[in-house]
């Protein structure tokens, strides 16, 4: 049977219920290792909600008895009422400072908690690599993190408080309208209605809810939309800065720009349809809240006429009822805050999905076909059994590769370029596209050198010992290192910050990355064409160097250089396969090794 290496990142995939995946993955938080202080902050958060409630029944009464002292036109009463109003207003203040801390506090916890958990899977399991290969809805990692995670906690949060609020402001002002509003003729019959400015509260926040869904359906997707083409731009523009000098240099500044108006376009285009969907809602929603006010008081306006009602009633329930109904319409006056959250979760989700799916690099994972496996061995060699390497889209490269390198050899790898670093990615983890084994040595640090180093901005010293700490080694060997890379011009500058990988030129940085070696001295080093940018002369007396500076170290290196063959033990070239799909059984040997 065929088996191609076909994976779930390797195709279109269709989702479905990406925000309960969301809500799964977020639900960690209120049972992590600070649950307690989560959840203390939550109970919190809750009592604060109900004293913002109580504060409004308040305000309530005091609106009453305040209109009624008007109306009596009672100084004392009023006085009295004033008195109230500034302790209502200094607790107000209070409970609404505290409130926000709270709740800032659990946003920014609750974020910082699922950025740690998506930045795991992101950095820790090779993901960040791999990505840039699969298919799938994961475009801008980089910006979901530290953008969609942001609005999905945010927005999370505020909703649920504001729903919180919503139903609780419900439930006791519908007890408060019911007592002032009496009873009132059905028109045309001689029925009375209880509690009618109830009834009226629900038919207007229902037939209200029921237009503004209608008018702000396509909130979501327009949503949406937009906030894929705004992170498509911030990556453009992310990715021009991290290339300024290659840009400058070939003057490609007038194709970045074009590049930058076409995905501005892409936002303008997306906006304007955000602008329309926001058009009919926020125009009704407009309409209703300016009639909100209103509305209740020409309602009740021929009880208060009748005497039934005193002025201080006739407020209180005109009030009462403008509390009813914005807590009615909580799903309309939010639509828009729904839709953003519900997408940058969903954008959220959907990369937690893909990482997931892909595994941690170290073991088969459902659906994903053959895979190579990479596992450290109880010996002290690498052994590559059986090795098939192919692209994420089943295009075979190399097959029936097997390789045993003994501690200490070095070996010379030459012929195809893809290939070569395919085999040394395949070692590193970094590529499971394929099937075979490969048995790492047991307790030996490996170093990967690519063609160009990676220098991260920071000191110059932190750079050297980079990814170990700069206290891990002596200002001496620091300095040795950098004098056999034949760079000892930059030991002055070791304490200074620049970003070094702009500042100097692809020769300085290669030799920066040999000083690294020198510094570290790894028991296993490949090398991926990292002395191509030197003069034959400087690449033989690295290799010199190399050679003498660590003469227990296995070398393997990828380099177009025949020169090269004399400091190595053994040559590999490897050739690669034309035109074939990966199928499991079948034999194509393409590699030669010349001792």
């Not at 030197?534 to 010199?544: V, W």
Request: charge should be neutral; hydrophobic fraction near 45%.
């Amino acid at each position: 049977m065929v088996t191609k290496l076909r994976s779930d990142l390797a195709g279109p995939r269709r989702r479905s219920g990406l925000t309960r995946q969301f809500a799964s993955v977020s639900a960690g938080y209120w049972s992590c290792e600070r649950k307690w202080t989560v959840r203390s902050a939550v109970v919190l958060l809750v009592l604060l909600t109900i004293a913002q409630v109580a504060l409004a029944i308040w305000v309530n009464y005091w609106n009453r008895e305040l209109f009624d002292a008007l109306e009596a036109r009672s100084l004392p009463a009023l006085l009295r009422q004033v008195a109230t109003f500034a302790l209502i207003f200094a607790i107000t203040m209070a409970v609404t400072a505290l409130h926000l801390h709270v709740k800032r506090w659990i946003q920014l916890d609750w974020r910082r908690w699922l950025t740690s958990i998506m930045l795991d899977r992101w950095i820790m399991n090779v993901h960040k690599y791999r990505l840039h290969y699969a298919n799938g809805d994961h475009d801008n990692p980089d910006g979901r993190i530290a953008e969609d995670i942001r609005i999905a906690t945010d927005s999370a949060v505020g909703l649920a408080h504001s729903l919180l609020y919503s139903l609780l402001i419900l439930g006791s002002f519908i007890d408060i309208l019911l007592s002032v509003s009496g009873t009132a003729p059905l028109p045309g019959t001689a029925m009375n209605v209880p509690g009618y400015l109830v009834v009226m509260a629900f038919l207007y926040a229902g037939v209200g809810s029921a237009l503004g869904w209608m008018l702000g359906r396509s909130l979501i997707r327009t949503t949406d939309h937009l906030q894929s083409v705004e992170a498509n731009l911030r990556f453009s523009l992310a990715h021009a800065r991290e290339h300024s000098e290659s840009i400058a240099l070939l003057h490609g500044e007038r194709h970045e720009r074009q590049s930058a108006n076409r995905l501005f376009a892409d936002v303008g285009r997306g906006w304007n349809r955000q602008t329309l969907s926001y058009l009919g809602i926020v125009s009704f929603s407009t309409g209703y809240g300016t009639l909100l006010p209103v509305f209740p008081i020409l309602i009740s306006a021929p009880q208060y006429i009748a005497g039934i009602m005193s002025l201080g009633v006739l407020m209180q329930a005109a009030q009462a009822f403008q509390r009813l109904t914005s807590a009615l319409s909580w799903p309309i006056d939010n639509l828009g805050e729904l839709a953003r959250c519900r997408a940058s979760a969903e954008r959220v989700a959907s990369l937690y999905v893909d990482m997931t799916q892909m595994g941690d690099g170290s073991r088969p994972v459902e659906n994903m076909g053959a895979r190579i496996s990479v596992r450290p061995a109880a010996h002290q060699e690498l052994i590559i059994r059986d090795l098939c390497l192919a692209t994420p889209t089943g295009q075979l490269l190399l097959e029936n590769f097997n390789l045993q390198v003994r501690r200490g050899e070095r070996i010379l790898i030459s012929g195809d370029p893809t290939v070569s670093i395919g085999v040394f990615k395949a070692v590193a983890g970094l590529w499971p596209w394929g099937s075979g084994e490969i048995e790492l040595p047991c307790g030996q640090q490996i170093a990967f050198v690519s063609q160009r180093p990676y220098l991260p901005e920071g000191r110059l010293r932190e750079l050297l010992c980079y990814p170990r700490e700069s206290v891990d080694f002596s200002d001496s060997s620091i300095h040795r290192a950098l004098e056999c890379a034949g760079i000892a011009w930059l030991a002055p500058r070791l304490d200074e910050s620049d970003d070094w990988a702009h500042l100097l030129p692809l020769r300085a940085q290669q030799r920066l990355g040999m000083a690294r070696l020198l510094l570290q001295q790894p028991a296993w080093i490949f090398i991926e064409e990292a002395t191509d940018a030197f003069a034959p002369k400087a690449e033989t007396l690295m290799m010199e160097m190399l050679r003498h500076e660590l003469p227990n170290s296995t070398l393997l290196t990828i380099n177009l250089h025949s020169g090269m063959a004399p400091f190595y033990d053994r040559s590999l070239v490897l050739d690669r396969l034309q035109e074939t799909r990966f199928m499991p059984g079948t034999s194509h040997y393409s590699a030669k090794e010349r001792g």
